[in-house]
């Protein structure tokens, strides 16, 4: 597609329940990330894909956290048994290859409310 | 200390303003230096991309990287009420993933 696309948009959620988040990257992108962003505060590095393998999912903040990507494509985020805690916007963001100084390019990102 | 250090403002200026932003860092490993403008609940946008020491124009904005003092700077010329946004920087190496700061918010008063 022209840009990253993530959906849903926003989710308002109880607290206990399971969300996935959905990430479309750039046609041709290599390399996707997911973010964090908390009121306020700055972008939390959660994962990043190479391909469809995960060398770096050192920003996980629990094991109620996971994500995969299939196809060296679509990328799905999911919470489990969400807390108030977990609500942020979630960035989904691709490159051309990974690391070094490639360039990111992010989505709109997924708000999720947790109540 | 912080690998990247970045004033969380608010920053507010009159149109026509010149504005300056700034980041510190730590990690002298750091060749590539990014800035990204963010609108309200939108995600995060390239503006400006530097490879090294220097400075880069483009229209009206300006980075600038002084690696020897780990210190990198947006300018913004000629403010204008839509350049009302949170700037980020964002800066890495030939390994590892980008750093980001916090992101400083700016307001462009008419």
């Known amino acids: 597609g022209a840009g990253v696309s993530q959906s849903p948009s926003n989710k308002v959620t109880e607290k206990g329940k399971d969300v996935e988040l959905r990430c479309d990257p750039i046609s041709g992108h290599t390399a996707l990330y997911w973010y964090r962003q908390s009121l306020g505060q700055g972008l939390e590095f959660l994962i990043y894909?190479?391909?469809?393998?995960?060398?770096?999912k050192s920003g996980l903040p629990s094991d109620r956290f996971s994500a995969e990507r299939t196809g060296g494509s679509v990328s799905t985020l999911t919470i489990q048994r969400t807390q108030q805690e977990d609500s942020a916007v979630y960035l989904c963001?691709?490159?051309?290859?990974?690391?070094?100084?490639?360039?990111?390019?992010f989505g709109e990102g997924s708000w999720l409310t947790v109540v | 200390q912080k690998e990247v250090e970045q004033d969380p403002g608010p920053l507010s200026v009159p149109e026509g303003a010149i504005v300056s932003l700034n980041c510190t860092y730590s990690n002298s490993a750091f060749q590539y230096f990014m800035w990204y403008r963010q609108y309200s609940r939108k995600g995060p946008e390239l503006l400006m991309y530097?490879?090294?020491?220097g400075n880069k124009e483009d229209g009206r904005f300006t980075a600038q990287v002084d690696k020897s003092s780990k210190y990198i700077s947006l300018f913004i010329r000629d403010s204008q009420p839509s350049d009302s946004a949170t700037y980020l920087c964002a800066m890495g190496g030939s390994q590892g993933n980008l750093i980001f700061g916090k992101g400083t918010k700016l307001s462009v008063k008419p």
């Open positions: 894909f190479q391909g469809n393998s995960a060398p770096d």
């Open positions: 963001a691709s490159s051309l290859v990974g690391q070094g100084g490639n360039t990111i390019y």
């Open positions: 530097t490879y090294s020491s």
